[in-house]
DNA sequence: TTTATTTTTTGATTTAGGTCAATTCTGCTC
DNA sequence: GAGCAGAATTGACCTAAATCAAAAAATAAA
């Protein structure tokens, strides 16, 4: 599936502006493990996952892990300070699992907005829902407890919980593994009975 | 100050397209201590902040206040899941100071858009500016100790921290008021060493 | 299969931050 | 200026989660 065809999902979009697109991403493969970028590297491009699961995180200066996001099928991939800005990232992204992958470098995608001025309704689209997506995020981080932020993460997130590692879990929520390995098996015992 | 002139600082506007804006805008003085916005009201309302100091919270179950956001002068205002959803709101929102607002409801502000394309190249904008802004919190949320995320606080926020309640800024980290309380001390102690 | 490696779980202990209540400080109103 | 109300600070105590280390389980490699 083509870029422009996750687009039109959005909305109508004309043949030219398809066209251009289509001219200008690139589809890749890559396996597990690989990056799509790391610290001080400027993000200068877009992905969009046809197929895969993705994770940014970054270093502690105490030597640990945080993840800052996970995205799987249908979803935008970018170092969102980075990219949007063109300033250099904080944070690496690296696939979790083989991954199929269209991109669209940052130039590029400039000169088809200006371009095409219908393709800013598109992204404009795509920003506010990625807004939402934030919102819910920073309310979730600001629940007081473990066991709060652990199911409310199960909410948000269901197809991605059984797909990810519990010490990624653990780095989104901002709760050790041991931690989070305790809430889960009290969890399990309270939705058992 | 008209809101056409907040958005000719993104980008130039056609003539046409500032007078259309111009037509739908209210412009709004409310004093201290006002809602824009209560829980279970649909957002149906985008403010921009000629002067003034806003907040948005929300009440947990067991009973306190948890501080989402706050904006001042040159800020753009709504609940951002109910109003780019148009569902109902979890959160209120309120004003900290006497304010002197802009209004443009979202039917309005839906129909420039569909009728003047060139308008969501400013939301678009707009909305990837805030994604970055919500970046950096979430970020900021995810320091690992109390002392990490006021230091943060006072980095991204340096004019709104002097204007806020310690209780607020507190809400607002995740912290009990006593322990940022606490933490400034400590945090005065070292700087004026 | 056996070995090696990483992840998850579990236990024992420590600690940062929460809670609750008392006190001081600040800004208002009359 | 006196009195009041809310906010901030401080102290004493408690609890949730972090830490560290060791076992168990799951994955990958040989």
Chains 1, 2 share one sequence.
């Not at 590297?41 to 940014?56: C, M, N, P, T, W």
Request: aromatic share 12%; net charge positive; with cysteine.
């Amino acid at each position: 599936m083509p870029l422009a065809t996750a687009l039109l999902k959005i909305a109508p979009l004309s043949e030219k502006c398809q066209v251009a697109i289509r001219a200008v991403s690139q589809s890749l493969i890559y396996k597990s493990g690989r990056y799509l970028l790391v610290p001080n590297q400027i993000s200068d491009k877009l992905y969009y996952i046809e197929a895969g699961l993705v994770r940014a995180f970054y270093d502690t200066d105490n030597g640990r892990e945080v993840s800052n996001w996970f995205d799987q099928e249908d979803g935008w991939v970018c170092s969102v300070q980075s990219f949007l800005t063109q300033t250099p990232a904080n944070e690496y992204i690296q696939l979790l699992e083989v991954s199929q992958l269209i991109a669209v470098s940052y130039q590029d995608l400039l000169r088809l907005l200006n371009q095409y001025p219908e393709l800013n309704f598109h992204f404009r689209l795509l920003s506010e829902y990625h807004l939402v997506v934030y919102d819910k995020r920073l309310q979730l981080l600001r629940e007081q407890d473990a066991l709060k932020r652990y199911q409310g993460f199960l909410e948000l997130y269901p197809r991605l919980a059984c797909r990810l590692q519990v010490k990624h879990v653990a780095q989104f929520l901002n709760l050790a593994p041991a931690t989070l390995s305790r809430i889960r098996k009290k969890f399990q015992e309270d939705t058992s009975k």
